[in-house]
């Protein structure tokens, strides 16, 4: 079974400034990562995901995740935070083997325990 | 709006209460997935369904017993249940074999 490790469960930083999320995952064969965020009360919302091709994958609110294989890391990165980025956020796995149904669908994320991105004025 | 709606938002109950929660995606998704969500845990995989077949269960404790009637609708009934079993219930959807999943806002469960 996959597992997904999110070493930080709390970081803060100071608006403006550059922050790191640090994701990593067991699975050395072939995988599908996400980058999930959840604002306070709300459900997750994906933020950026890596299919294939460039190993470097960004959203439209300025982060960007790189897909490193040899250390079977994807962190999350962002070169200037704002306070309206204060959220938790969710590293996650999908094995892109073949399934056992036909059709379309899945079989679920595996995800990490999050890490609180707490932006400081 | 992400698509999937989930109901209640909140719901108090005790121990002997028997309640359900309710999802309903409106993406045309085939597949339906539900996720507890514990503090200071992993998101847990409940259950999966395939063309509202259950295809996961991951030794989920039989008083929670998922229905999915057809694509679109999944619930998650739930009877004599611990306080333990507090937390927020996220419903999800995916079509994609990507795996990229469509979240519901979530049901926040206390049980009494």
């Known amino acids: 079974a996959q597992s997904v490790t999110q070493l930080d469960s709390q970081v803060p930083v100071f608006e403006e400034a550059p922050v790191e999320l640090r994701c990593n995952y067991s699975?050395?064969?072939?995988?599908?990562l996400f980058w999930y965020v959840q604002y306070p009360n709300q459900g997750l919302q994906l933020l950026l995901k890596?299919?294939?091709?460039?190993?470097l994958v960004e959203s439209i609110n300025g982060f960007e995740a790189e897909f490193n294989k040899s250390q079977t890391s994807f962190h999350l990165r962002k070169p200037s935070v704002h306070i309206s980025d204060t959220a938790e956020y969710f590293c996650a796995v999908s094995d892109p083997g073949p399934k056992s149904y036909s059709g379309g669908g899945a079989d679920g994320l595996t995800f990490g325990k999050g890490t609180h991105l707490i932006i400081q004025p | 709006e992400t698509g999937v709606t989930q109901t209640p938002r909140h719901l108090v109950m005790g121990m002997t209460n028997k309640k359900s929660l309710k999802c309903e995606q409106h993406?045309?998704?085939?597949?339906m997935y539900w996720y507890k969500q514990s503090a200071k845990k992993p998101l847990e995989l409940m259950f999966v369904?395939?063309?509202?077949?259950?295809?996961e269960n991951n030794s989920v404790p039989s008083r929670f017993s998922p229905e999915c009637p057809n694509s679109s609708h999944l619930f998650l009934h739930l009877h004599t249940l611990q306080p333990e079993d507090s937390a927020l219930y996220l419903c999800?959807?995916?079509?994609?074999?990507?795996?990229?999943?469509?979240f519901g806002e979530g049901s926040r469960l206390t049980v009494l």
């Open positions: 369904y395939n063309f509202k077949e259950q295809t």
């Open positions: 993406l045309g998704h085939n597949a």
């Open positions: 999800a959807s995916s079509w994609n074999r990507d795996g990229e999943l469509f």
């Open positions: 890596y299919l294939s091709g460039s190993t």
């Open positions: 699975s050395s064969v072939s995988v599908y």
